[in-house]
């Protein structure tokens, strides 16, 4: 797994990015070598906020977590990374109920993590379907028709690209983009 350690406002220590490395190298051989792993470090306020990506393939775990103390911070995004992981190999050999030639357990070490033996992952259930007609719009159109609506997100169709995007309001106030990349 390719890993890129990048720190915002903070210069990061090299044993901090030794541990770090150390830490998602129990995941190599989960994600493989095509697997990317982005961790950002921003302190603001003397509060250091961990955000870590993992892309392989077409799945994409992120994890966000702001703490005082940094490697703090570190130990509960690993713990939130494979506890995401793991719901979703759940839900994988649910769907699939065939044996799959990777072996998970080597990933977890149990007294690092104090998950629940016999773990249940709850169905998911769509409860409602909605459709509805989209119009071409510009970015700043679709976030001005998100709030009129009083919606987290909005989907529309981008009348720059032609393809369908996705804005969506962030915990911070600001506004995120969602669009479409063919791999």
């Known amino acids: 797994m390719k890993i890129t350690i990048t720190g915002r406002k903070v210069n990061l220590r090299d044993s901090f990015k030794e541990r770090v490395n150390k830490k998602l190298a129990k995941f190599d051989k989960f994600f493989g070598d095509?697997?990317?792993a982005n961790v950002t470090v921003t302190l603001e306020k003397n509060r250091y906020s961990i955000e870590l990506t993992i892309?392989?393939?077409?799945y994409i775990y992120r994890v966000e977590h702001t703490s005082v103390d940094l490697d703090e911070a570190l130990?509960?995004?690993v713990e939130k990374i494979s506890r995401q992981i793991?719901?979703?190999?759940?839900k994988i050999e649910r769907r699939h109920r065939a044996a799959t030639p990777l072996n998970f357990d080597y990933i977890y070490d149990k007294d690092d993590y104090s998950e629940?033996?016999?773990?249940?992952e709850p169905d998911y259930q769509v409860v409602r379907t909605k459709k509805f007609p989209i119009k071409p719009m510009d970015v700043e159109e679709a976030i001005l028709q998100m709030n009129l609506i009083g919606h987290q997100f909005f989907?529309?169709?981008n009348v720059d690209t032609s393809e369908i995007n996705v804005v969506y309001a962030r915990k911070d106030g600001n506004y995120?983009?969602?669009e479409p990349e063919n791999r």
Do not use: H, P, Q, V
């Open 34 to 36: 095509d697997a990317e």
């Open 55 to 58: 892309r392989s393939n077409s």
């Open 75 to 77: 130990d509960i995004i």
């Open 86 to 90: 793991r719901k979703n190999k759940t």
């Open 116 to 120: 629940e033996e016999n773990y249940e």
């Open 155 to 157: 989907m529309f169709l």
């Open 176 to 178: 995120g983009l969602l």
